[in-house]
Nanobody, 127 residues
Framework: QVQLVESGGGLVQAGGSLRITCAASGFAFSSYGMGWFRQAPGKEREFVAAVSGSGGRTVYVDSAKDRFTISRDNAKNTVTLQMNSLKPEDTAVYYC????????????????????WGQGTQVTVSS
């Protein structure tokens, strides 16, 4: 049974940091690219960051570059998003997702490519 369980969300002041983690089980974790998406109220789900199965390649949405860092631990089947210099516009539910890529070096940003999704964790940034 595939499971993606996010944790670490919460309330933080603007300029602060937060670290959210996704624990995966039930599939060959290192064969999947892993991504973080977010959805704010009234808005569509948005790509935030992704890391290839091997962990060697990453991609970010422009608004997250230089502030967020995605990483994975294939021994522990976890993927983490470290978020620094948070802004109120980062407020959203953050979702972890898994993408069965043809190669471990691939990393993709379209939500339509992703096969499995977590339930999400709320991140709220106050001004």
């Amino acid at each position: 049974q595939v499971q993606l369980v996010e944790s670490g969300g919460g309330l933080v002041q603007a300029g602060g940091s937060l670290r959210i983690t996704c624990a995966a089980s039930g599939f060959a974790f290192s064969s999947y690219g892993m991504g973080w998406f977010r959805q704010a109220p009234g808005k569509e789900r948005e790509f935030v960051a992704a890391v290839s199965g091997s962990g060697g390649r990453t991609v970010y949405v422009d608004s997250a570059k230089d502030r967020f860092t995605i990483s994975r631990d294939n021994a522990k089947n976890t993927v983490t998003l470290q978020m620094n210099s948070l802004k109120p516009e980062d407020t959203a539910v953050y979702y972890c997702a898994a993408d069965r890529t043809p190669f471990q070096t691939w990393v993709r940003s379209s939500p339509h490519e992703y096969d499995y999704w977590g339930q999400g964790t709320q991140v709220t940034v106050s001004s």
